[in-house]
């Protein structure tokens, strides 16, 4: 079996938990790739696909949209997993049912499952718009994102692929 594990970032926080997930995938034995999303050209070679991005106002960023409306039907071929990381603090901001609007996105790709994982905030690389949205939230600057929690879903993925 081999496995893509594409990820969008924009400040390398959700590059991270892909990375992550691809070493599990790889140390359970499963030949996998770790790529930011504009590098994958086909996904022709992979049997499964983990495909994530960053959330930004309860969005994917454009360059993950993007891919899942080129690469579709492939993503629906085949074995697929989708996450998301962007909520921030605790309890985590915005809420879960908040978070994220990616309905579209799941009736497109028929995945396998998706998760939601916590973000990181660095205010010192935002950008004014997303310093704006982070105080709207109420948000404190850390690293909230639980890496027990995203080896142990990436531990499913590797079970289910392995099964």
């Known amino acids: 079996m081999t496995a893509l594990v594409a990820a969008a970032s ?3 926080s959700t590059d991270e938990i892909a990375a992550a997930i691809g070493r599990v995938l790889t140390e359970r ?6 790529a930011k999303i504009d590098d994958v050209d086909s996904l022709e070679e992979y049997d499964a696909v983990v495909l994530g991005s960053a959330v930004y106002v309860g ?6 949209r993007e891919f899942v409306d080129e690469h579709a039907s492939e993503l629906a071929e085949r074995r ?6 962007g909520p921030v603090g605790d309890p985590p ?3 879960e049912e908040d978070a994220v609007r990616i309905d579209e996105i799941i009736a497109k ?15 010192a690389v935002l950008g ?3 310093r704006a949205v982070v105080t709207a939230v109420q948000a404190k600057e850390g690293d909230y994102r639980d890496w027990e929690d995203i080896r142990g879903w990436a ?3 590797a079970d289910a692929i392995a099964g």
Not at 80 to 85: D, G
Not at 109 to 120: E, M, V
């Open 109 to 123: 790709t028929k995945p396998a499952g998706h998760r939601l994982f916590a973000g990181k905030v660095d205010r």
């Open 10 to 12: 924009r400040y390398g």
């Open 128 to 130: 004014f718009g997303e």
């Open 155 to 157: 531990e499913g993925i």
């Open 29 to 34: 034995g499963i030949q996998t790739e770790v």
């Open 93 to 95: 901001k915005p809420g």
């Open 80 to 85: 697929t997993w989708l996450f998301s990381s």
């Open 59 to 64: 969005q994917w960023l454009a360059p993950a």
